[in-house]
């Protein structure tokens, strides 16, 4: 069976706040021309905190020690049909050490155009550009401020 065409698929995105807790981690896909959190698809067998764990280090070179520096924030069914766009989507967060921020590189240049930390107030700027799940989040939770995000627990 090809598992392209299974939907919906389970996302997970990555909130990625740098060590003074002040930017988070964002990249401009290549396919879509969007800002987008670090992330990707649940592998079979895969905890949403290990799925994180790998897919940051896959797209950043960003290692973190121990899936337990995850916290899943939320899990929802997130969609929009006019864009072809169904996912079970999943949001975690993570809070990385000075040492660990050096570590970002880009190494999936065909997918991500680059990393960027991003204070809030440059987030929102950007807004207009983001991928969808990312803009959804942010819609869904009323998110207006970094404590907001910290905040969202909506995880059963």
């Given amino acids: 069976m090809n598992n ?9 995105g990555i909130f990625v706040f740098n ?26 067998g ?12 896959e797209e950043t070179c960003i ?5 337990q520096n995850f916290k899943v924030m939320c899990c929802y ?3 929009n049909l006019d864009i072809d766009f169904h996912w079970i989507q999943v949001f975690t967060r993570t809070i990385i050490s000075e040492s660990e921020e050096k570590m970002l590189d ?13 204070t809030y107030d440059e987030l ?3 807004k207009s550009e983001f991928f969808f799940p990312l803009q959804n989040f942010l819609d869904k939770y009323k998110i ?7 905040q969202v627990n909506n995880y059963i």
Wanted: proline share 4%; aromatic share 8%; charged share 35%.
């Fill in 19 to 44: 060590s003074t807790e002040d930017k988070i981690l964002i990249g401009k896909r290549v396919k879509e021309q969007k800002y987008a959190l670090p992330g990707g698809r649940l592998d079979f």
């Fill in 77 to 79: 069914n997130c969609m």
């Fill in 124 to 126: 929102l700027k950007l």
């Fill in 46 to 57: 895969e905890t949403f905190e290990f799925c994180s764990l790998r897919e940051l280090l």
């Fill in 144 to 150: 207006t401020s970094y404590k907001d995000i910290l």
């Fill in 4 to 12: 392209a065409k299974v939907r919906p698929q389970v996302g997970v």
């Fill in 63 to 67: 290692s973190i020690k121990g899936e």
């Fill in 106 to 118: 880009n190494p999936e240049k065909d997918k991500c155009e680059s990393w960027i930390w991003v």
